[in-house]
């Protein structure tokens, strides 16, 4: 499921980002070879990162 509209960023990415470390929106980001645009999905994926969601590899 796409979670950035943006920067075409799904659940999966996000989730592979903090599987490899990310702990905060940015480094998701960073991770993902992309930077924040209108922000919309920062609360979301910092939801992500504080609950540790990890489905990569599932």
């Given at each position: 499921?796409?979670?950035?509209?943006?920067n075409a960023?799904?659940?999966?990415?996000?989730?592979?980002?903090?599987?490899?470390?990310?702990?905060?929106?940015h480094?998701?980001?960073?991770?993902?070879?992309?930077?924040?645009?209108?922000?919309?999905?920062?609360?979301?994926?910092?939801a992500?990162?504080r609950?540790?969601?990890c489905?990569?590899?599932?």
């Open positions: 499921m796409y979670i950035c509209n943006c960023l799904t659940d999966k990415q996000i989730s592979a980002a903090v599987a490899a470390g990310a702990d905060r929106p480094d998701v980001y960073a991770a993902c070879g992309c930077r924040a645009q209108c922000g919309g999905c920062t609360a979301t994926i910092l992500m990162v609950a540790g969601t489905t990569a590899g599932k």
